[in-house]
């Protein structure tokens, strides 16, 4: 049986990127992964700017003008002053003159520094006067301001060629003037179903047949990754139907993927109609649920095989897929950080690794009664993944690698 | 000053659903929210069907022909056997005739069971001969076999109201042959900038003049959660202007969301603008970024006021509006689970709750140099979030509040 992390190094070792580049709005880029670094063009912020609405003015004047001797410079203390001039007012998006010495300029939030000022005293520390303007309390010499480059400076790499940008790296780029960013385009994925005792939802169900859930669990999480889905559907269980329906899923998708009929029994033209037009391993994995896995090609395409139960598609999915098909929409940190959390139960561990659903509770994570592959409820129940590694013995109390759902996205 | 506590749960007493319900495809629901409990109109599985591909049997057959009086029944054995006739042959979705008394079933996984079968043998414990199949290890008796209703009951509520659909709840709801569900429509969230020193990326920006980042975070945040974005784009700073844009906001949306202006000063038109068309109440929020935050009602709809600082934008979003946003469409649990973590550093506790941009580190949590809420940049650098609540000293190694950008999705 091969480990979690030698199947996951040996599909990644196979995958590569698959996609081209294209150059979208940035604002249409959310969840797209770029295909190019983003290096600032500016400084950001591109001059020194006032922190606060009130008064910019040179600490020198006023130390001069009122607290000349009175106390070390650069500390803050209470003052009692004749008012000021005032000599302009700069408001934030206009350009200041230079300031005027022995004068103050009021300024607003976000507004440029006027050259020759230094400091900034909040509106709340002032008294507006006939005469100009009071200053009750005097901040250290360089106070609330906000300096030219203190966020980013031009040349600094802000954003890395490979990582998937989430709002906040939309933001980030906006404030550096990009406009367009240039992404991968979105990978497509065919997912296909076979299995005569499959029926869609809204069908009636006969004896021996059941829902088709798989499509959908899969459907959901490959749009949630942002990969475009061509859904071939259900396909019968016969070797032509799935030979022409694999060939058309080589034509039109990137990657392929079904769910079961991976693991030993005869009763299996998936398997049949890969070897036939490409390649195919049959893995065994040390994971629970979703030991049977199926890697190969269909032409030139890779195909990745998942086990027929729900919740082993779900894992095998998050687990075993993701680093691929992430790696195949050219993303350049695949990997997945666990956050620990702690057991509210005591398990044995087992000879695979497994992947428990569990809830988080005031008392720490309870694992759902049943973990059987087929109870597809558990991962609706569940708020993540725990992973108990094989001969982990898991008691009350011990810290634990939680995987919460919203981890894998 | 309000605590971050008192500021969402004075929303979340104003807030209210503000979406009617749609039906839709199963297959488009992903992350929209349920309008109706999805509750099980059959069982999953609907009948007993084998967990292996293999043999279906009476286990008691087996026992009076092979091992009687040899074990305790219940146990598992090896034994040799003689062959037995194989009576029928049942695949997966075909509906099995009764079992003859003293033979067996060939069985493929999935399949149903047939009466009087009680047991299946995995093909791996089996040998097949000419005459029928040869036993080579006895399991329990019940082995192998997936129960009806195993998964759920007929008359389950598998998925609550209020509940936001994620991969593995589409396939739950189609496990039960759901094809449409009633979910709320997506809530519209109306978002504007105003500020003449904003310039959209793509231009030029003067002196004085900053690039709009705001509106690609909000975009972006607001996209993720699934809402409809009605973007008013940038207002210019004037009276009429914003009172024009912020009727727009309230004829084509449910909610409206502003950055900047709620700060105590004097260069505000959206302020004079929400009191003038509504009510507006400014708050002062324990929170660092992110202390002014305003609310209010623009004609009928409620009225986010976030500051103007861009992390300030980013950490108000997703710590209060949030749990507001998600109410006004319909989602039943707003709260938001942290996940414990380690700090690798030390930092005193300030007055204010404060949110500090982290990194996952094998030390534990790293936090960015510079906290300033001007910095957007520490939020791309970061994983997410470390609570650290007002007074809170933090020495490395402590337990501390973390919060993946992840879980706010």
């Not at 797209?32 to 040179?58: E, F, W």
């Not at 408001?91 to 200041?96: F, H, I, K, L, V």
């Not at 666990?338 to 695979?352: C, K, L, M, Q, Y």
């Amino acid at each position: 049986m091969l480990s979690v992390e030698e199947a996951i190094e040996t599909l990644l070792r196979a995958a590569g990127r698959l996609v081209g580049v294209e150059v979208i709005a940035l604002i249409e880029a959310l969840g797209r992964t770029l295909a190019a670094d983003v290096v600032a063009a500016i400084d950001v912020p591109p001059a020194d700017n006032s922190a606060m609405d009130g008064y910019a003015l040179r600490h020198a004047d006023w130390v001069e003008v009122d607290c000349a001797g009175t106390g070390a410079e650069g500390t803050e203390r209470t003052v009692t002053s004749p008012s000021l001039p005032v000599s302009q007012r700069i408001a934030a998006g206009s350009a200041p003159a230079p300031l005027t010495r022995g004068t103050a300029a009021r300024i607003f939030t976000g507004a440029e520094i006027p050259a020759g000022a230094d400091t900034v005293v909040m509106q709340e520390h002032c008294e507006e006067m006939d005469a100009g303007v009071r200053l009750l309390r005097l901040p250290e010499r360089g106070a609330n301001i906000r300096r030219r480059g203190q966020d980013i400076v031009i040349g600094q790499r802000v954003l890395s060629a490979g990582h998937r940008l989430r709002p906040q790296d939309l933001g980030l780029a906006a404030s550096l003037g990009a406009a367009r960013v240039a992404v991968y385009r979105r990978l497509r994925v065919a997912i296909l179903s076979t299995g005569d005792e499959l029926v869609e939802p809204g069908d009636e169900v006969g004896p021996g047949q059941i829902y088709n859930s798989n499509r959908f669990t899969l459907q959901g999480q490959l749009t949630a990754w942002g990969f475009e889905v061509v859904d071939l559907g259900m396909v019968r269980d016969e070797h032509g139907a799935v030979r022409e329906a694999m060939l058309r899923a080589a034509r039109e998708a990137d990657v392929i993927i079904t769910t079961g009929g991976v693991s030993v029994g005869e009763e299996d033209h998936v398997k049949n109609a890969v070897k036939d037009l490409g390649s195919l391993d049959l893995w065994r994995i040390a994971i629970r649920p979703g030991k049977p896995f199926a890697y190969g090609r269909v032409r030139d395409k890779p195909f990745l095989g998942l086990p027929g139960n729900p919740v082993s598609v779900l894992v095998t999915l998050l687990v075993v897929a993701r680093p691929f098909l992430f790696a195949c929409q050219g993303v350049a940190d695949t990997s997945l950080h666990a956050v620990p959390h702690f057991a509210a139960f005591t398990r044995e561990g087992g000879a695979r690794e497994d992947y428990l659903r569990v809830r988080v509770t005031q008392a720490g994570l309870e694992a759902f009664p049943n973990q059987s592959s087929g109870v597809l409820y558990s991962t609706a129940w569940g708020d993540g993944l725990l992973r108990q590694k094989a001969g982990q013995d898991i008691r009350a109390g011990d810290r634990v690698d939680f995987l919460p759902w919203a981890l894998f996205n």
